[in-house]
C-alpha cells in the first residue's frame, strides 16, 4: 500500500511533504508517526539536543525593558509568562530566514 493511501493524502501530497512546498499540520503527527512506526520527535532535526547554555547573562537594554513592560501590561500577562513569550521571541529570531 502507498504512503499516501496509507495517511489519507495523496501522492502529490506526499511529493509537496518531500520537496518542502507543503507542510504537515502538527496535529497529524501522531498519526503520521503511527503509520511511519516512529515517533513524532523524529520528524524533527536532532530533538533530543539542549539548547546552548549562554556563556554570559543576558542584560535587557532600557529599550527592551520598557518593550517588555509594555507588552505585559498590553497582554495583562504575569512575569513568568512574559520571560516564556522572550524566551520564544529570542529563538525565533536565532532561527534563518525562510
Known amino acids: 500500500m502507498e504512503l499516501g493511501s496509507k495517511l489519507g493524502v495523496t501522492g502529490a501530497t506526499i511529493s509537496g511533504y518531500e520537496t518542502g512546498y507543503s507542510r504537515l499540520v ?51 500577562l504575569p512575569e513568568e509568562d512574559l520571560e516564556a513569550l522572550v524566551r520564544v521571541a529570542d529563538r525565533l529570531r536565532e532561527l534563518p530566514p525562510a
Open 26 to 76: 502538527a496535529d497529524e503527527l501522531p498519526k503520521y508517526a503511527g503509520v511511519l512506526n516512529c515517533s513524532p520527535c523524529d520528524f524533527f532535526e536532532d530533538a533530543t539536543a539542549q539548547p546552548p547554555t549562554p556563556t554570559e547573562p543576558f542584560v535587557p537594554s532600557a529599550s527592551q525593558r520598557m518593550a517588555r513592560k509594555l507588552l505585559a501590561q498590553a497582554l495583562n
